[in-house]
């Protein structure tokens, strides 16, 4: 069962005239740009608030929508999360990652929907980078790939090794040339994933987004991504059964059927403009005065 506990859309609007470009974009059928971030999270009381608090201000050109869906945490973040405004939703019990993030996916609002983990690993300064393709008409679909020797630091070499196995196993299963299959920073057009047939509650979900779209006949403009790994100690939650759902996943998936990349539907891709980026406005999108005159 999830319980909306509050609603705060970031960035609205400012008044005034179209210009010239947003004309010719709205001649071509292009919509104004806007983020949701999708953030699951399930017990991470030490790592959240910094988190919100860093997505909040990233200079990306248009609206932000923050949604947080709590998924049954038994430690402090409920508590912690009440503090930074968003979209806010709780399972009353754990129903799994990929289960928060369907309910992200649901209530998203934006043209665009991008996952971001509550636990550290990624850095938000990343995000404004995955969005330039986009704006710029260049990409579809982009991806935040972890490169080793480029601002990362895997602490498992399991892991690392495990990645790479996967997603060499998925270029060969699709067709592709994919160089991160499970990085969290995936950037897709919402109707492009609203199109999917998402079924997996688990980790499975991540796997299974990235199965959907290769399937589907997109794929991802890629761009380098900070990362720094945690080991279980710190909390980290994938284990070996993971990893052998998401072969399982890949497989399934790829039974479905498969488009070709020059025969996607682009249409699940609208083209999108860009908004002024002004810190100012979005600093008074978020003060205290907004937020309670917010619904």
């Known amino acids: 069962m999830a319980v909306e506990t509050q609603v705060v859309n970031v960035g ?22 806007k983020l949701t971030i999708v953030v699951p999270v399930f017990n991470e009381e030490r790592t959240i608030r ?38 806010r939703i709780r399972h009353e019990m754990n129903l799994g990652k990929g289960a928060a993030i369907l309910t992200g996916i649901e209530r998203a609002t934006g043209t665009h929907l991008l996952v971001f983990d509550a636990d550290s690993e990624y850095d938000p300064t990343d995000i404004p980078a995955l969005v330039v393709p986009i704006a710029a008409g260049r ?12 601002r990362t630091n895997f602490p498992s070499l399991i892991y690392a090794v495990g990645n790479r196995v996967m997603t060499e196993f998925a270029n060969v299963v699709y067709g592709s040339a994919i160089s991160d299959l499970h990085t969290c920073l995936k950037l897709l057009p919402l109707p492009l994933l609203r199109k999917m047939e ?10 299974e987004i990235s199965a959907e ?17 945690r080991s279980r100690e710190e909390g980290k939650k994938i284990r070996l059964s993971d990893a052998i759902r998401c072969a399982i996943v890949l497989v399934k998936v790829r039974l479905r059927g498969r488009t070709r990349y020059g025969a996607r539907d682009r249409s699940l891709a609208p083209p999108v403009t860009p ?13 205290p005065e907004r937020r309670r005159a917010s619904p």
């Not at 779209?213 to 790994?229: N, Q, T």
């Not at 908004?275 to 003060?287: L, M, N």
């Open 12 to 33: 609205k609007d400012a008044p005034g005239a179209s210009t010239q470009k947003e004309k010719r974009d709205a001649e071509k059928g292009a919509v104004r740009f």
């Open 50 to 87: 910094a988190v919100l608090n860093a997505l909040k201000f990233q200079p990306v050109p248009g609206d932000v929508e923050i949604i947080v869906v709590d998924d049954g945490s038994t430690d402090q973040t409920p508590e912690v999360i009440c503090d930074v405004p968003h979209v």
């Open 139 to 150: 990409a579809e679909v982009v991806y935040g790939v972890r490169v080793r020797g480029a």
């Open 198 to 207: 998402l079924r997996e509650h688990g980790f499975g979900l991540d796997t």
């Open 213 to 229: 779209m290769l399937r589907l006949g997109f794929r991802p403009f890629e761009v380098a991504a900070s990362y720094v790994g």
């Open 275 to 287: 908004a002024p980026w002004s810190p100012e406005r979005r600093r008074a999108d978020w003060s």
